[in-house]
């Protein structure tokens, strides 16, 4: 999910270039160029590791908590078979309790490259693709939407009809591969079974608004807001409402947005827009 920075980001794209997302749905701007997959992707993608991120992770938080987590990375790395699965979960709950998605993602990969569970490829999915949507490095976020990929993937081939992974595993497509539509047709499967799907109607939402389909949008975003409101979602489905001239619901959702995401920024931003409309 995108925070309040990142939807401010998005709000000066839209002003400036009409897009709606600060990292484009790759495919959809130039569906003849293609964005992943090639070797230099694959080299990008190596560099990334769970030292790496740890330490940088590391860099934002006290020092006792810093010293807590070396002590078991330090087990971990004299530990083998369950014993290491067991500690591992401990190093997750540990990077889970400071909020830091990215080396969770790379613990839950590792505990499922030792013991092939769904839990564990699911949630190493989830973890990296929360790391990556708020994530500033681009070429870090794109490493982990790969990984993100991969392990969802490998969910699939242990549990392939479960909804959980194939939502993410569209999203993930849908952000950072050169097949965007395989992505889209995932996450139709899964409102087709699970019409009120947060996750899978909010990206499809994002899709819609950016291949121009506002009519589309506003359904999904309708469907999201009433289960669980957020100002980005709002502020989604005000943009849609704009788009087709119901500049009445536009205010009323830009509204909604502004009190949610209590943004000075947004705020501002979202005044002029109320302005406008209301002209």
């Known amino acids: 999910m995108l925070n309040t920075k990142q939807i401010i980001v998005v709000v000066f794209i839209v002003v400036l270039m009409g897009v709606l997302l600060a990292r484009p749905i790759k ?13 230099s992707s694959n080299s990008t993608e190596s560099m990334y ?26 087990k971990v790395e004299e530990a083998e078979g369950e014993e290491k699965v067991t500690l591992l979960q401990e190093l997750a709950n540990k990077w ?42 681009t070429t ?52 087709k079974a699970e019409p009120k799907n947060i996750e899978a109607n909010k990206t499809l939402g994002l899709f819609s608004l950016q291949s121009q389909q506002y009519d589309k949008a506003i359904e999904r975003f309708k469907t999201v807001v009433e289960l669980k409101p957020d100002a980005e979602s709002y502020f989604y489905l005000a943009t849609g409402y704009e788009k087709i001239g119901l500049r009445t619901e536009a205010i009323s959702a830009f509204q909604k947005s502004k009190a949610m995401a209590a943004d000075p920024t947004l705020s501002q931003y979202i005044d002029r827009q109320i302005e406008a409309l209301s002209k």
Not at 29 to 39: A, F
Not at 159 to 188: E, F, H, R, W, Y
């Open 140 to 191: 870090m976020a794109s490493a982990l939407n790969q990984r993100a990929i991969q392990s969802y993937e490998k969910a699939l081939e242990l549990d392939a009809n479960n909804l959980s992974a194939k939502t993410g595993l569209g999203a993930a497509l849908v952000t950072g591969s050169n097949n965007p539509m395989a992505g889209i047709a995932l996450l139709q499967e899964v409102v």
């Open 96 to 137: 889970d309790d400071v909020a830091k998605d990215a080396p969770q993602g790379f613990v839950y990969a590792e505990m499922a490259e030792i013991t092939p569970k769904f839990d564990y490829w699911l949630k190493a999915g989830d973890s990296y693709r929360a790391a990556y949507t708020n994530l500033q490095d």
């Open 27 to 39: 495919g959809l701007v130039d569906g003849e160029k293609e964005t992943t997959g090639s070797t």
């Open 49 to 74: 590791n769970l030292k790496y991120v740890s330490d940088i992770a590391k860099q934002s938080i006290n020092a006792s908590l810093v010293q807590d987590i070396a002590a078991i990375e330090a």
